[in-house]
C-alpha cells in the first residue's frame, strides 16, 4: 500500500474527537485508508442496499451494532444517521468513538455542521499526490506520463489502462452519484457540458458563454457546477485581491482534481498526443495546482490558494497566503526556463503593496540546479508550501 501523508493526522485527531470526518472523491483511497488506519475498528458501507435500508428504518437498531464506535462508509447515503450518531457520541462522553466518510462535500459538510459541530474534525483525502507516489513507486520518465494516467489509486494499484479506468470512473460518476444529487434530465447534455469543462481548464469562468456552448442557461451552469465540485470532479481557484469586495467581483478559474480525468475528457487517447496537444499547458497548470491542495488538505489545511490577475494583464498562476506570509508560482509547460518567467512577481509585488515572501517558477524538466533556488518541478511543489 502507499503510505498517504494525511494518515497520522486522522490517527492524531481520533484520539482528540469522538468522530472523524475524511471526504474526498471516489476512489480516492478513503475506505483503504481508514481500514488501515484504524484496523480494530467495525467497518459497514452504506452503499449496500439492505444495510443502507436498515440504517435508514431503524437508525437506532444500527447504531447497537456498533456501540462502541466504528467505520461507517458513504454516511451521505443516510445523512439522518448523523444525528443520531450525535445524540450516542454525546452519551458516551468519550473521543475515539466514530469514522465517518463520504464523497459529497457539501451536502456532506452541510450535515456535519449542523449536527457535528464540535464534535468532529473534517479532513480531505484527494487522489494520490507526487509525493506520496514518489515515495512508493519510481518516479515516471516525464511529467506527460503523469497527466496521461492521472492520480486515482486504483490506476496504481492494480495497474489498470488509464483510459479504460477512467471511463469507467465518469460512467459510474455519471450513471449513480449524479442521480444521488440532482435530477438531471438530459445526461447527454451533462456528459457534453463536462467535456467543454475539461477544454477550459485553467480559464476564469464565463458563464454565459460556457452555457451557450453547451445549450443550457447561465443558470443552469451554474447548479452543473456546483454539482461538479460537491462530487470533487472539479474545483475552483479563487482570484486573490486584498479588497475582499472586488475578489468577489472575480471569476474564479476552472481546474479538475485529477488531471488524468481532464485530459481523457478532452480526447487526448495516447501519451504522444500531449507533446503537441494546444492544452498541454493548461493540463500542466493543472497538475501543479492540483497538487498543491493536495499539499495542503492532505496535510490537514484549509484551502488557502488563489491566483492574480490584474487589468492589462499581469499574471501569477498560484499563490498560497498564511499568516507567515505569500508565496508564488508560476507555472510554465516547457523544460527550458530563463529569469524572465519570473517578472511578474515584482509586478504583483508593485501594484499589491504585498511582499511575496517565496517565490517559484514551476517548470517541467529533470535538471533542478540548472536554473537556481527558485525553478523549481512539480517533484518540489509539497517542500515549496510547507512552510507554509
Not at 435500508?53 to 461507517?72: N, V
Not at 455519471?174 to 485553467?202: H, M, P, W, Y
Not at 492589462?312 to 498560484?318: M, Q, S, T, V
Not at 526556463?337 to 509585488?349: D, I, L, P, V
Amino acid at each position: 500500500m502507499i503510505e498517504r501523508t494525511l494518515a497520522n493526522k486522522l490517527k492524531d485527531s481520533f484520539k482528540k474527537y469522538p468522530v472523524v470526518t475524511l471526504t474526498g472523491p471516489r476512489q480516492s483511497g478513503k475506505t483503504t485508508l481508514c481500514k488501515t488506519v484504524f484496523k480494530d475498528l467495525p467497518y459497514v458501507n452504506l452503499e449496500e442496499p439492505d444495510i443502507r435500508k436498515f440504517a435508514q428504518d431503524d437508525p437506532r437498531g444500527f447504531l447497537k451494532r456498533y456501540s462502541e464506535g466504528g467505520i461507517i462508509d458513504e454516511i451521505q447515503r443516510v445523512p439522518d444517521l448523523v444525528s443520531y450518531i450525535q445524540v450516542l457520541v454525546d452519551s458516551k462522553n468519550k473521543n475515539s468513538q466514530f469514522v465517518l466518510t463520504g464523497s459529497e462535500q457539501f451536502a456532506l459538510s452541510q450535515t456535519i455542521s449542523q449536527s457535528l459541530a464540535g464534535r468532529t474534525a473534517v479532513f480531505h483525502l484527494l487522489p494520490f499526490s507526487l509525493r506520496e507516489l514518489n515515495l512508493k513507486k519510481p518516479e515516471l520518465a516525464n511529467f506527460d506520463e503523469y497527466i496521461y494516467k492521472g492520480f486515482m489509486p486504483r490506476i496504481y494499484d492494480h495497474d489498470i489502462e488509464p483510459n479504460r479506468a477512467l471511463a469507467d470512473y465518469f460512467e459510474t460518476y455519471v450513471e449513480r452519484d449524479l442521480r444521488n444529487l440532482s435530477q438531471i434530465q438530459d445526461l447527454n447534455t451533462f456528459r457534453t457540458f463536462v467535456k467543454l469543462c475539461a477544454g477550459r481548464i485553467g480559464n476564469t469562468i464565463n458563464y454565459n458563454k460556457l452555457g451557450s456552448d453547451a445549450g443550457i442557461s447561465h443558470s443552469t451552469v451554474r447548479q452543473w457546477l456546483s454539482l461538479l465540485e460537491a462530487s470533487y470532479i472539479i474545483f475552483r481557484l479563487e482570484p486573490f485581491h486584498k479588497n475582499i469586495r472586488r475578489r468577489l467581483t472575480k471569476s474564479p478559474k476552472l481546474y479538475f482534481h485529477d488531471v488524468g480525468l481532464a485530459r481523457y475528457l478532452i480526447g487526448i487517447e495516447n501519451i504522444q498526443q500531449i507533446e503537441t496537444h494546444p492544452l498541454k499547458g493548461a493540463l500542466f497548470e493543472n497538475l501543479v495546482i492540483s497538487e498543491a491542495l493536495k499539499n495542503r488538505f492532505h496535510n490537514g489545511k484549509d484551502n488557502n490558494l488563489s491566483y492574480y490577475q490584474d487589468a492589462i494583464g499581469n499574471e501569477i498562476d498560484l499563490l498560497s497566503t498564511t499568516g507567515t506570509g505569500i508565496t508564488g508560482l508560476e507555472i510554465k509547460s516547457s523544460s527550458t526556463m530563463n529569469q524572465a518567467h519570473t517578472k511578474n512577481f515584482s509586478k504583483f509585488e508593485k501594484a499589491t503593496q504585498e511582499i511575496l515572501t517565496k517565490k517559484f517558477v514551476v517548470y517541467a524538466g529533470n535538471d533542478i540546479e540548472a536554473y537556481g533556488a527558485n525553478f523549481i518541478t512539480p517533484n518540489s511543489i509539497s517542500t515549496a508550501l510547507e512552510v507554509n
